[in-house]
Nanobody, 115 residues
Framework: QVQLVESGGGLVQAGGSLRLSCAAS????????MGWYRQAPGKQRELVAT???????NYADSVKGRFTISRDNAKNSVYLQMNTLEPEDTAVYYC?????????WGQGTQVTVSS
């Protein structure tokens, strides 16, 4: 079992920044890709960014150039630095981790961007 706990969400004004954190616990060895997804009210969950254990990243076009994903393998954590936030970024943000082909999800953290 892998457990993921997100933190760092909150309310921020448009143009501001937030940094999300996700800490993994349990059977954390052999985790490879980790990522962030989000789900806005009335919409399906969508990919935000992913990062492999070697540092290769992938971003949704909507956040490219504004968000940065990173990880600290020693701390079993993944982060999402969100800059120049827009009201359209408002959503519940979920952490994801893949281990031996099995996906694990956190409970999510709310990000609200006011105009």
């Amino acid at each position: 079992q892998v457990q993921l706990v997100e933190s760092g969400g909150g309310l921020v004004q448009a143009g501001g920044s937030l940094r999300l954190s996700c800490a993994a616990s349990g059977r954390i060895f052999s985790i490879d890709t980790m990522g962030w997804y989000r789900q806005a009210p009335g919409k399906q969950r969508e990919l935000v960014a992913t990062i492999t254990n070697s540092g290769s990243t992938n971003y949704a076009d909507s956040v490219k150039g504004r968000f940065t994903i990173s990880r600290d393998n020693a701390k079993n954590s993944v982060y999402l630095q969100m800059n120049t936030l827009e009201p359209e970024d408002t959503a519940v943000y979920y952490c994801n981790a893949k281990r031996w082909g099995r996906l694990h999800w956190g409970q999510g953290t709310q990000v609200t961007v006011s105009s």
